[in-house]
């Protein structure tokens, strides 16, 4: 077994200049092992989960790639780098020699460097409390739910918009859908529950959950339906056709041209959908699980590392 310490440089005190920095999502504390422990077992894909950095065999450095000390502190062929962000706002912008400094980097998007790539497809675990009991037999009571944050990007293929525009439709209509999320709106509705510490809550009795990525890159899938997946959820997707490459042509596309007449069918007629869809939803988790995600990407990279490519 490779032993990897997993890191980001999301540290408690960069959480706490953060707008919300009481949420207690993993995928953002410094050390990723104890969730990733939980997530997978201790031994998944040929790996050893180390928390200790300094009985790690290599390191995978993910999100901020600029911290000196780790990169000076170990051997190039014992670096992994992740990138996490859109090419089109800064911090998604990794430099190349940055780059240049990892034995192998992980990218979604395969063609944004130059030399030292290797594509992740599903890079990020999702950000779900440690606590998530997969076996867990769930009883959905509710059909639909969303999750928004007004956030400032802007782009032509944000879903920034796209999803405080669903939101509108959605308190315009009847639409039987729960809210959740600082949603900025200067109005008094039951179904806008506001921030919530814990994901789970917007998704565990949900049948359903609106899935809209924050952009539209080929290869780009964020935890967003991730999470969905692993609560039992089907998400309503918007976001790049790979998705649909990876988890089947049954999961179920955001209309973005009737989203007030699918959401609605949806949300009334939720039990027996959701019955057809169930199938889809076991077999995307166990997809996740085996295939696309974080260590099974850095299990391919440790035997690109040792066979000396």
């Not at 990723?32 to 077992?41: D, E, I, K, R």
């Not at 859109?86 to 460097?113: A, M």
């Not at 675990?125 to 956030?151: T, V």
Request: glycine content about 6%; charged content about 30%.
């Amino acid at each position: 077994m490779n032993k990897v310490h997993f890191f980001t440089r999301d540290t408690e005190k960069d959480r706490r200049k953060k707008r919300h920095a009481e949420r207690n999502f993993p995928a953002y504390v410094e050390n990723l092992s104890n969730h990733l422990n939980h997530l997978f077992g201790e031994e998944r894909h040929g790996i050893k989960i180390e928390s200790d950095i300094n009985k790690a065999e290599y390191i995978c450095l993910i999100a901020k790639l600029d911290d000196t000390e780790i990169l000076d502190s170990f051997d190039k062929n014992k670096i992994i780098g992740v990138g996490t962000e859109p090419s089109w706002i800064r911090q998604g912008q990794t430099k190349q020699e940055v780059i240049d400094r990892c034995g192998v980097f992980l990218s979604w998007n395969s063609h944004k460097y130059e030399n030292g790539l290797f594509s992740t497809n599903m890079h990020y675990p999702p950000m779900i409390s440690q606590n998530i009991d997969y076996n867990l037999d769930l009883i959905k009571e509710r059909p639909l739910s969303m999750f928004i944050s007004m956030k400032p990007y802007r782009d032509n293929n944000g879903g920034y918009g796209l999803r405080k525009e669903v939101v509108k439709a959605i308190l315009s209509s009847n639409i039987d859908c729960d809210i959740y999320g600082n949603h900025g709106l200067k109005i008094k509705d039951s179904r806008l529950k506001g921030f919530v510490r814990d994901k789970r809550t917007g998704l565990n009795d949900y049948r359903f959950s609106v899935v809209i990525e924050s952009f539209n890159e080929f290869g780009y899938i964020s935890e967003k339906p991730v999470d969905s997946f692993l609560c039992d959820t089907m998400p309503i997707y918007w976001g790049t056709d790979y998705f649909y490459h990876i988890f089947g042509k049954n999961m179920i596309r955001l209309n973005t041209s009737k989203v007030i007449e699918q959401l609605l069918n949806i949300s009334k007629n939720s039990k027996i959908i959701y019955e057809n869809c169930y199938p889809s939803i076991q077999r995307a988790k166990l997809l996740y699980r085996k295939e696309h995600n974080l260590l099974a990407r850095v299990e391919m990279a440790i035997k690109l590392l040792e066979s000396g490519i």
